[in-house]
């Protein structure tokens, strides 16, 4: 089992930056697959960015390479996206997810553990 909490979502104009936090607590897991996948009305589940707790392997969708980064809290089952130059399409409900392993980081069919997601608004 693996609880998830998020945390920094809230309201920024466009050009301006966030970060968002997520921690997991588990027992079950020494190192695992997290990601930050992203929703907006009417749109499926998109993945943003993924890491493993190793900090080793990380993955970002094509949309988000170069403005966001994924990091981890030195293995520590806490991730963070510090989200700059952020645009009105990022505007989304942004969920942490988390999987022991993955083929496929950024596939939300892949993840059995889920936030209850943090809100991020970007206004022009």
């Known amino acids: 089992q693996v609880q998830l909490v998020e945390s920094g979502g809230g309201s920024v104009q466009a050009g301006g930056s966030l970060r968002l936090t997520c921690t997991a607590s588990?027992?079950?897991?020494?190192?695992?697959?997290m990601a930050w996948f992203r929703q907006a009305p009417g749109k499926e589940r998109e993945g943003v960015a993924a890491i493993f707790t190793n900090g080793v392997s990380v993955y970002y969708s094509d949309s988000v390479k170069g403005r966001f980064t994924i990091s981890d809290d030195n293995g520590k089952m806490k991730i963070f996206l510090q989200m700059d130059n952020l645009k009105p399409e990022d505007t989304a409900m942004y969920y942490c997810?988390?999987?022991?392993?993955?083929?496929?980081?950024?596939?939300?069919?892949?993840?059995?553990?889920w936030g209850q997601g943090t809100q991020v608004t970007v206004s022009s």
């Open positions: 588990t027992r079950d897991y020494n190192a695992m697959y």
């Open positions: 997810a988390a999987e022991g392993w993955t083929p496929r980081p950024l596939q939300a069919r892949e993840y059995h553990y």
